[in-house]
């Protein structure tokens, strides 16, 4: 079946850390993009990329850090610059940037 | 710049009874509009889109919406809730250069018994 998994479903930091999240998706889509959700803040977009090996800026990118090398995979990773990290991030991808985007399950990452 | 508007972060109804949750955008090209469903601790699921042609759309679940254009809303309608529809709805406007989507802030919806 085709779809965007995402990995872990749950994931600790510590302080200092810097961890990575991982968005997969098997849909042969060109865009991805990284939503970080807070309790009634709706969705804030972090990074996209529209093609491989290109990426650009959300309205909320500083402690955020990602890369696009291959068309399956834009993993996110969430620096110790981040402050704030606790959150609920989703992942989508979508054939381009005006169509529909399909979700992943998303990672709630919390911090120890 | 695109911006869409959900009035009511929260709505509540009685099961059985219509459910409408508005949307109003803004946007400087023809949009792409959009609503999404998200249930607890889950992503984000399609329910329905506009793009171009029939104004009136049909979705899953029974829901369906309206791109009105003179108005620039896109309501999203239920005739008869379930228990099953509480949940988050997001309305969603494709940007002005067509490589993102801008979401609405979401409203949650609760359906009493």
């Known amino acids: 079946d085709g779809g965007i998994t995402q990995s872990p479903k749950y994931l600790f930091r510590k302080e200092g850390q810097n961890v990575t999240l991982s968005c997969e998706q098997n849909?042969?889509?060109?865009?991805m993009y990284w939503y970080r959700q807070d309790p009634g803040q709706g969705l804030r977009l972090i990074y996209y990329?529209?093609?491989?090996?290109?990426?650009q800026k959300g309205d909320i990118a500083e402690g955020y850090s990602v890369s696009r090398e291959k068309k399956e995979s834009f993993p996110l990773t969430v620096t110790s610059a981040q402050k704030n990290p606790t959150a609920f991030y989703l992942c989508?991808?979508?054939?381009?940037?005006?169509?529909?985007?399909?979700f992943g399950p998303g990672t709630r990452l919390l911090v120890l | 710049a695109q911006s869409v508007t959900q009035l009511g972060s929260h709505v509540s109804v009685s099961e059985g009874a219509l459910v409408l949750l508005r949307c109003n955008y803004s946007s400087s090209v023809p949009p792409y509009l959009f609503w999404y469903v998200q249930y607890p601790n889950q992503g984000l699921q399609l329910l329905l889109k506009?793009?171009?042609?029939?104004?009136l759309v049909k979705g899953i679940n029974g829901f369906e919406a309206e791109f009105k254009k003179s108005e620039t809303s896109f309501h999203l309608t239920k005739p008869s809730a379930h228990m099953s529809d509480a949940a988050e709805y997001f309305c969603?406007?494709?940007?002005?250069?067509?490589?993102?989507?801008?979401f609405g802030a979401g409203t949650i919806l609760r359906v009493k018994s």
């Open positions: 506009y793009t171009t042609g029939a104004t």
């Open positions: 969603a406007v494709s940007s002005e250069y067509g490589n993102k989507l801008v």
């Open positions: 989508a991808s979508s054939i381009t940037g005006r169509e529909t985007q399909y």
């Open positions: 990329s529209q093609i491989v090996n290109d990426f």
């Open positions: 849909l042969n889509h060109d865009a």
